[in-house]
Each structure stands twice: as structure tokens, then as C-alpha cells.
């Protein structure tokens, strides 16, 4: 902790000393300032930043416990994304390598569940059903199509559901229009990429390669594309991909019928901003 306030102050000062972090918004890296540190000082300023966030989490869950709530509530501890920090030349999160697309998801449910790590990939659309069903509420057949409820997982019991679907995490992101954002899928072992325009197959698999495989297991730092090993393996991750992408974006049907909200339609403008953002 010494050291890395020594550096904080190390960054600070260079700060008064006018050295200036710019972006390279080509390949998202930072260019040094004056005095050459800009690498330095993106990445102790992400410490730093982690370390404030872990005292703003600390000072709630003091509230909660002071106000007698810590036995009864959910805590869920989690993030949108990860970051690069100079992994590959790359930062920020524009990307789905594991240190962009991996984040956090830490659930105390006091009472309710023991400690323990679940390996399987989920994602965060299984949050919604997941805490939902927490809170009593009744999920109907159909009515969450792109998440599941990881309760079983969290009482450490076999998926109700069982099926294979449950077990693939999906993803997708991108400045370009919907259809060609980045797109991923992974198993747990496996994760295939879609690269869909030249500046993303640049650093991801190459120009002209719109498919790419890592084995997780075996190279945790995605640094080969095995795709040409496990050609079956590719297949089989491409159909089921390609499956979730032909599902709505906004796959959370209304209850027309009845319930506290009744049937109600969506306000052209906010329907037409959700399209714009490609969530529709």
C-alpha cells in the first residue's frame, strides 16, 4: 500500500508538472506525456480507482449494517466491463478479451446461500430472473428468454432447466451499427469470437478472420486462435450464436393481461432511442 501511494503521489506530481495523457483513439492506447508516463498513470489511476470504489462498497455495507438491514438484504457486487490495461496494446473495453469482458459478480444473500465459486460461465442478463425470483416474484414460461436464474447455482444444485443454453454466456458490443458489432460466446472452455470490420479483426485475429477460438483452459491468455483445431467445436459455437443473435433484442415480453402495470406500450421516442442503441 506504501509503494502504491508513493506512486499516486509519483503521478500527481507529474500532473503539476504539465505532462499530459492524450488518447490514440486508433488502437485506444495513451500516449506519454511530457515527462514519458502516460502508461504509468493510466494504470495507478485505475489502482486508485479500484481502491475508491472498494471504500464506497465498505461504507454501505456499514449502513446496511448499522441500520439492521445487512441479515435481510441481497448485496450483488458487479460491473458493465473490464478494462485493458495495455494487454496486447490495447485499453479501455473495446474489446472481449478476458480482462475487457470478464467483470466481477459477487452475490451475499445472508441465510440464503453458503459460500462458495461457480466456474460455469453466466452472464449479466441472468441477473433480472436471478433476482427477481429472489424477491418472490413469479417468472412465467417464456416471459425471460435471454436470461436464466442462477438459484440453483447459488445453492450449489444442478440447473433446474438442465438444458445447454444455460451454460453459454453471450455477449455483444460496438460503435458501428448493430450488425456489425463484435459478438462472443463462450462454454467455460472455449470462447469464439466474431470480428466483424477490419479495425476489430485487426487485433483480434487478423485481417480478413471473422472467426476466432481461444481454449480458455489451456491458454488463458487468448494468445492463439485455435479455431482450425477444433473445427467441431467452432460449428458448434457458431449455430448457437447465431441462434441468440436472431433473437429479439428486447426479449422482455408485458403482461397485457393484468399484474400492478397492466398492458402498456412503449413511448414512440423511447422506442425509437433503443433502437438507435441497437437494444431493439
Known amino acids: ?10 503521478v500527481s506530481d507529474l500532473e ?22 502516460g502508461e504509468l498513470r493510466a494504470t495507478v489511476g485505475r489502482i486508485a480507482h479500484e481502491l475508491f470504489i472498494d471504500e464506497r462498497v465498505g461504507e454501505l455495507l456499514a449502513a446496511l449494517r448499522d441500520a439492521g438491514l445487512d441479515d435481510e438484504t441481497i448485496v450483488v457486487f ?6 485493458m490495461l495495455g494487454e496486447r496494446g490495447l485499453w479501455f ?5 478476458e480482462p475487457s469482458a470478464r467483470v466481477p459478480l459477487i452475490v451475499s444473500a445472508p441465510g440464503r446461500i453458503r459460500a462458495r465459486r461457480v466456474a460455469e460461465p ?18 412465467k414460461q417464456g416471459v425471460w428468454k435471454q436470461g436464466h436464474s442462477l438459484t440453483p447455482r447459488l445453492r450449489g444444485l ?37 470480428a466483424q470490420t477490419l479495425p476489430d479483426q485487426r487485433f483480434i485475429g487478423g485481417e480478413g478472420v471473422r472467426f476466432v477460438l481461444f481454449d480458455l483452459e489451456n491458454d488463458p491468455g487468448e494468445t492463439t486462435n485455435v479455431a482450425d483445431k477444433f473445427p467441431t467445436d467452432v460449428e458448434r459455437l457458431k449455430k448457437a450464436l447465431a441462434a441468440w443473435n436472431r433473437e429479439p433484442r428486447f426479449a422482455v415480453e408485458t403482461d397485457a393481461t393484468g399484474g400492478s402495470c397492466g398492458g402498456r406500450a412503449m413511448e414512440p421516442e423511447t422506442e425509437k432511442l433503443l433502437r438507435s442503441l441497437g437494444y431493439l
Open 78 to 83: 458487479t460491473a458493465d466491463h473490464g478494462e
Open 1 to 10: 500500500m506504501d509503494e502504491l501511494l508513493e506512486r499516486l503521489a509519483e
Open 93 to 97: 473495453k473495446m474489446c472481449f478479451f
Open 158 to 194: 444442478a440447473d433446474e432447466a438442465g438444458d445447454a443454453a444455460s451454460h453459454l454466456a453471450f455477449a455483444e458490443a460496438g460503435w458501428e451499427t448493430h450488425d456489425k458489432w463484435q459478438k462472443v460466446i463462450e462454454d467455460g472452455r472455449f470462447k469464439l469470437i466474431l
Open 16 to 37: 503539476r508538472a504539465g505532462a499530459v495523457l492524450t488518447w490514440d483513439q486508433e488502437v485506444c492506447m495513451p500516449l506519454a506525456g511530457a515527462e514519458g508516463r
Open 122 to 139: 453466466v452472464s449479466l442478463l441472468d441477473l433480472a430472473p436471478t433476482l427477481l425470483e429472489a424477491a418472490g416474484v413469479p417468472l
